[in-house]
C-alpha cells in the first residue's frame, strides 16, 4: 500500500498514545548517504563551526542582529533530544549560512532540497525559506558577509506576511540574451503550512527540467521550467506586434438591429403589468367595519411610565378575534398580471454580415528570445546554505537539512525523522488537550484473520487519508481563505461531495432501519395486515465485493514517493 506523509499522521497519532515513552528518544539518521549529498541534522556540539552568522554591518551597526541558537523545541516536543537550529530573535533580520565542503553541480542530474520548518509561535509575519548560494570554481564565499546581497540560485520554503501567503519557489537565471542575471518565480505558488507542527518542504527539480514541490510528502505543485505557464525562465517566442494598428474598416459588433423590423400595429407599450382581477368579488361576510387588528386589553400601562420621558404610551395591537372565521378591514380586488402586457418594444437583433471577430494585434517573433546553451536544470554551481530571513515572530525551528542528487534518500530521511516526529507531536497535541476524547484500544483477538486484519487496516488507511486531508484543507481555508478557494477549488468540491453524501447515506440507512422497526410492530400487532394472497414476496439484496488482494503489510516501509497531485 502507499501512503503519503498526511495519511500516515492521523494513523501513526492514535497507535503512538500507546507506545512506550522511550521510542520517542531522538536517534541521529546514520544511514550512509551519497558522497555529493549534504546531510545537516544539527546533532552534534560543532554546529557553529559550520554555520556562521553574518556580522555584515550597515550604517556602522550591525545589519542582522538576529540570534540563533541550536535547542529542543519547546512547543509539542515529540522527539526528547532532537534538536534544531533557531532562530531566536522577535522583530529582527537573521542570517546564517553553511559554506559546502564542496561545490554542488547539478550539471545532467536531478536536484533534491528538503528540509523541516516549526513555528513554535503562530506567524504573523515572517520567512523561513533557505537559499542555495552562488559559487564560483574556488568555492570562494565569505560566511561572515552573508546579505539579502548574496548572489544565490534558488530561494524555497514558506513566507508568510499579513493575506500573503505562499511556498517561494525561485530560480536566478542567467538571461543569455542581456548577459544579466534575472529573478523568475514559479506562477501560482503553493499556500505555506502555519501550525505549530513540524512541516516537511521537499523541492525536485528532474533532468528532464520537471520540477515538484512538496509539503508532508504531498506534491502540490508540479510543472515544468521550460512551460510559461509554470514559469517564465525563457522569453516568449513570440510577441504582440505593438506597430499593428486595427483597421478602420474592421467590425466586432455581432449583432446588429434589423432595419425591417416594424413594431406590430396592436402593440400596447402603454398596457401595465397589474390589472384589477375582473373575477374577483369580495366576499358576502367581509366586515369592512371591524379593524384586522384591535389593541390589547391585557397590555395595560404600567404604573410608573412617564409620558414625558419614556414617551407617549401605545398599546401592542393584537389580531381581531371577531375576525377570525372572515376578512375584515377594507376589501381591495386583488391583482393579476395583464395578459395583454408586451413592454417596450425594441427592434429585434439580427447577425451582422460585416462582422469580423474580436480584433486582436498579430503575434511577431520575439526578437529578446534566444535559445539556451544549456538545460535549465543544468543550475549555477551551489557553494553554500543560508538562511537570511526577516521575522516578526522568533523561535522558527529548522531541521534535517538535504540537499542531493538522490528522491530516494530524501524520502528516506523523511520516513526515518519527519513521520516519527510528526506523529508524536500530534499525539502530544491531543495528549494535551483535555477536550479531545481518547481513543479506545483494539483487542487483537477480532483481528486473527489475514483477511480481516488486511480490510481492517485499509479501512483505516482510506477514513485516515480523507480526515487527514481535510482538516489540513480546513486549516489552510481558515488561514487564506481567498486563496485557497482559489487555488484549490477542487479539493473544496471533493471534501463536500464526499461529507454530503455521508450525510445522505446516513440519514437513508437510519430511516430504513427505523421503518423496519415499525414494519416489525405493525406485524406484532396488526398480523392481518401482513398477509399477502397469491403473491410471493421475494428481497434480493446485493452483494457487495471485497477486495481481498493484500494491500500491504504493517512491516512495510511508507513510500512518500507515491503522493499524489493535488
Given at each position: 500500500?502507499?501512503?503519503?506523509?498526511?495519511?500516515?499522521?492521523?494513523?501513526?497519532?492514535?497507535?503512538?498514545?500507546?507506545?512506550?515513552?522511550?521510542?520517542?528518544?531522538?536517534?541521529?539518521?546514520?544511514?550512509?548517504?551519497?558522497s555529493d549529498s549534504i546531510f545537516e541534522q544539527f546533532n552534534d556540539n560543532n554546529w557553529d563551526k559550520r554555520w556562521i552568522t553574518s556580522n555584515l554591518e550597515k550604517d556602522d551597526q550591525l545589519a542582522y542582529i538576529?540570534?540563533?541558537?541550536?535547542?529542543?523545541?519547546?512547543?509539542?516536543?515529540?522527539?526528547?533530544?532532537?534538536?534544531?537550529?533557531?532562530?531566536?530573535?522577535?522583530?529582527?533580520?537573521?542570517?546564517?549560512?553553511?559554506?559546502?565542503?564542496?561545490?554542488?553541480?547539478?550539471?545532467?542530474?536531478?536536484?533534491?532540497?528538503?528540509?523541516?520548518v516549526k513555528f513554535q509561535k503562530p506567524l504573523e509575519c515572517g520567512g523561513a525559506y533557505i537559499k542555495l548560494l552562488t559559487s564560483n570554481d574556488n568555492n570562494d564565499f565569505i560566511n561572515e558577509q552573508f546579505s539579502d546581497k548574496s548572489p544565490y540560485v534558488i530561494m524555497f520554503g514558506p513566507d508568510k506576511c499579513g493575506n500573503d501567503n505562499k511556498v517561494h519557489f525561485i530560480i536566478k537565471h542567467l538571461n543569455e540574451k542581456t548577459g544579466e542575471i534575472e529573478e523568475h518565480q514559479v506562477k501560482i505558488p503553493p499556500m505555506a503550512r502555519l501550525v505549530q507542527t513540524t512541516t516537511l518542504y521537499t523541492l525536485i527539480i528532474d533532468q528532464n527540467e520537471d520540477f515538484q514541490i512538496r509539503i508532508n510528502g504531498d506534491?502540490?505543485?508540479?510543472?515544468?521550467?521550460?512551460?510559461?505557464?509554470?514559469?517564465?525562465?525563457?522569453?516568449?517566442?513570440?510577441?504582440?506586434n505593438e506597430n499593428e494598428i486595427k483597421p478602420e474598416d474592421w467590425v466586432e459588433e455581432k449583432y446588429i438591429i434589423d432595419e425591417n423590423d416594424e413594431k406590430p400595429i396592436d402593440w400596447d407599450e402603454n398596457a401595465p403589468y397589474l390589472i384589477n382581477d375582473p373575477s374577483a368579488i369580495k366576499p358576502e361576510d367581509w366586515d369592512e367595519n371591524e379593524p384586522e387588528q384591535i389593541p390589547d386589553p391585557n397590555d395595560l400601562k404600567p404604573e410608573d411610565w412617564d409620558d414625558q420621558y419614556d414617551g407617549i404610551w401605545e398599546q401592542k395591537l393584537i389580531d381581531n378575534p371577531n375576525c377570525e372565521n372572515h376578512g375584515c378591514g377594507k376589501w381591495y380586488i386583488p391583482k393579476i398580471k395583464n395578459p395583454n402586457y408586451k413592454g417596450k418594444w425594441k427592434p429585434r437583433m439580427i447577425d451582422n454580415p460585416n462582422y469580423k471577430g474580436e480584433w486582436k494585434p498579430s503575434l511577431i517573433p520575439n526578437p529578446n528570445y534566444y535559445t539556451p546553451s544549456k538545460k535549465l536544470s543544468d543550475l549555477e554551481k551551489i557553494?553554500?546554505?543560508?538562511?537570511?530571513?526577516?521575522?516578526?515572530?522568533?523561535?522558527?525551528?529548522?531541521?534535517?537539512?538535504?540537499?542531493?542528487?538522490?528522491?530516494e534518500e530524501a524520502e528516506d530521511i523523511g520516513n526515518s525523522t519527519f513521520l516519527p516526529k510528526l506523529s508524536a507531536e500530534h499525539s502530544e497535541a491531543i495528549a494535551l488537550d483535555p477536550n479531545v476524547e481518547k481513543p479506545n484500544t483494539f483487542d487483537s483477538k477480532y483481528l486473527t484473520t489475514p483477511l480481516v486484519n488486511d480490510i481492517y487496516e485499509y479501512a483505516l488507511d482510506v477514513i485516515a487519508k480523507f480526515l487527514?486531508?481535510?482538516?489540513?484543507?480546513?486549516?489552510?481555508?481558515?488561514?487564506?481563505?481567498?486563496?485557497?478557494?482559489?487555488?484549490?477549488?477542487?479539493?473544496?468540491?471533493?471534501?463536500s461531495s464526499i461529507i454530503i453524501?455521508?450525510?445522505?447515506?446516513?440519514?437513508?440507512?437510519?430511516?430504513?432501519v427505523i421503518a423496519t422497526?415499525?414494519?416489525?410492530?405493525?406485524?406484532?400487532?396488526?398480523?392481518?395486515?401482513?398477509?399477502?394472497?397469491?403473491?410471493?414476496?421475494?428481497?434480493?439484496?446485493?452483494?457487495?465485493?471485497?477486495?481481498?488482494?493484500?494491500?500491504?503489510?504493517?512491516?512495510?516501509?511508507?513510500?512518500?514517493?507515491?503522493?499524489?497531485?493535488?
Open positions: 500500500m502507499k501512503f503519503s506523509y498526511t495519511t500516515i499522521w492521523s494513523i501513526l497519532s492514535v497507535l503512538t498514545l500507546s507506545v512506550n515513552a522511550n521510542d520517542n528518544i531522538y536517534k541521529p539518521y546514520d544511514k550512509k548517504l551519497s538576529g540570534q540563533w541558537d541550536v535547542d529542543e523545541a519547546y512547543i509539542l516536543n515529540g522527539i526528547k533530544g532532537d534538536k534544531g537550529l533557531i532562530a531566536k530573535t522577535d522583530a529582527a533580520l537573521h542570517a546564517i549560512s553553511y559554506k559546502l565542503p564542496k561545490i554542488f553541480d547539478n550539471t545532467n542530474n536531478t536536484l533534491v532540497l528538503q528540509y523541516e506534491i502540490v505543485r508540479s510543472g515544468n521550467l521550460l512551460n510559461n505557464d509554470d514559469f517564465d525562465l525563457l522569453p516568449p517566442k513570440e510577441i504582440i557553494g553554500a546554505i543560508g538562511f537570511e530571513i526577516w521575522t516578526i515572530n522568533a523561535d522558527i525551528m529548522f531541521n534535517n537539512i538535504y540537499l542531493g542528487h538522490s528522491i487527514s486531508d481535510l482538516t489540513d484543507y480546513v486549516l489552510d481555508v481558515f488561514a487564506a481563505p481567498n486563496e485557497t478557494l482559489i487555488q484549490r477549488p477542487g479539493e473544496a468540491v471533493f471534501f453524501g455521508t450525510f445522505v447515506s446516513v440519514v437513508g440507512f437510519w430511516s430504513l422497526i415499525k414494519a416489525m410492530i405493525n406485524s406484532y400487532f396488526e398480523p392481518e395486515k401482513t398477509a399477502y394472497v397469491g403473491t410471493t414476496k421475494k428481497v434480493e439484496t446485493e452483494k457487495v465485493e471485497v477486495i481481498k488482494e493484500k494491500k500491504g503489510s504493517k512491516d512495510s516501509k511508507i513510500n512518500v514517493t507515491e503522493a499524489k497531485k493535488r
